[in-house]
């Protein structure tokens, strides 16, 4: 099968969610950004937004109030995350990026998608161990929660689509190995 260092790349890139406390460089993560915004985006309009948070204190006091957007939740898995003493949405990754977009257009989640595919892929190709994080995507319209990430950078006008954990993975926890699943591709000629 054909390969190169790209495509080998993108095969061993993992989802992690067990990080060291070690921080990712400015010049790593501004790496990172920077790739994010070289994905397409829909009629490139590029109406998305990037904003990366570092500061532990702040990610702590976003993760309370994503909890607490959870415990008023009808639905019980939610409600006992929003509950629990040691629930961390973004797995006490150091670095945490927002990706919003304004919600005018249809394919605005897709447009955050491909750079959020970019993100992860930039990440791993620097040594940096990456995980979706979606939690904030489906609290963002919370009170509590909107009033904060607008006050750290987030347009008041967007949806978050979803983050981006950025960390370096624990040594100590095994990755798991890619599966392809049998029946996934069909070529048509």
């Given at each position: 099968m054909k390969t190169n260092e790209?495509?080998?790349?993108?095969?061993?890139?993992?989802?992690?969610?067990?990080?060291?406390?070690?921080?990712v460089s400015?010049?790593?993560?501004?790496?990172v950004l920077e790739a994010a915004t070289y994905a397409p985006s829909g009629m490139h309009l590029e109406t998305w937004h990037f904003t990366a948070i570092q500061n532990a204190d702040k990610l702590t006091e976003l993760n309370e109030r994503i909890k607490g957007a959870f415990a008023k939740s009808d639905?019980?898995?939610?409600?006992?995350?929003?509950?629990?003493?040691?629930y961390c949405c973004y797995y006490h990754a150091p670095t945490l990026v927002i990706v919003s977009n304004e919600p005018t257009q249809w394919w605005a989640g897709m447009d955050c998608a491909c750079a959020i595919e970019n993100m992860f892929l930039a990440a791993h190709s620097l040594g940096i161990g990456s995980c979706w994080i979606n939690q904030l995507g489906t609290t963002c319209d919370d009170p509590e929660v909107r009033a904060f990430i607008t006050s750290l950078g987030v347009p008041e006008n967007h949806k978050v689509y979803g983050c981006v954990a950025l960390g370096y993975a624990d040594s100590k926890i095994p990755m798991k190995e890619k599966k392809v699943k049998d029946g996934t591709i069909t070529i048509v000629k």
């Amino acid at each position: 099968m054909k390969t190169n260092e790209i495509l080998e790349n993108i095969k061993a890139r993992r989802s992690v969610r067990a990080y060291t406390g070690q921080q990712v460089s400015e010049e790593d993560l501004q790496a990172v950004l920077e790739a994010a915004t070289y994905a397409p985006s829909g009629m490139h309009l590029e109406t998305w937004h990037f904003t990366a948070i570092q500061n532990a204190d702040k990610l702590t006091e976003l993760n309370e109030r994503i909890k607490g957007a959870f415990a008023k939740s009808d639905e019980p898995r939610l409600k006992e995350r929003g509950q629990s003493k040691t629930y961390c949405c973004y797995y006490h990754a150091p670095t945490l990026v927002i990706v919003s977009n304004e919600p005018t257009q249809w394919w605005a989640g897709m447009d955050c998608a491909c750079a959020i595919e970019n993100m992860f892929l930039a990440a791993h190709s620097l040594g940096i161990g990456s995980c979706w994080i979606n939690q904030l995507g489906t609290t963002c319209d919370d009170p509590e929660v909107r009033a904060f990430i607008t006050s750290l950078g987030v347009p008041e006008n967007h949806k978050v689509y979803g983050c981006v954990a950025l960390g370096y993975a624990d040594s100590k926890i095994p990755m798991k190995e890619k599966k392809v699943k049998d029946g996934t591709i069909t070529i048509v000629k």
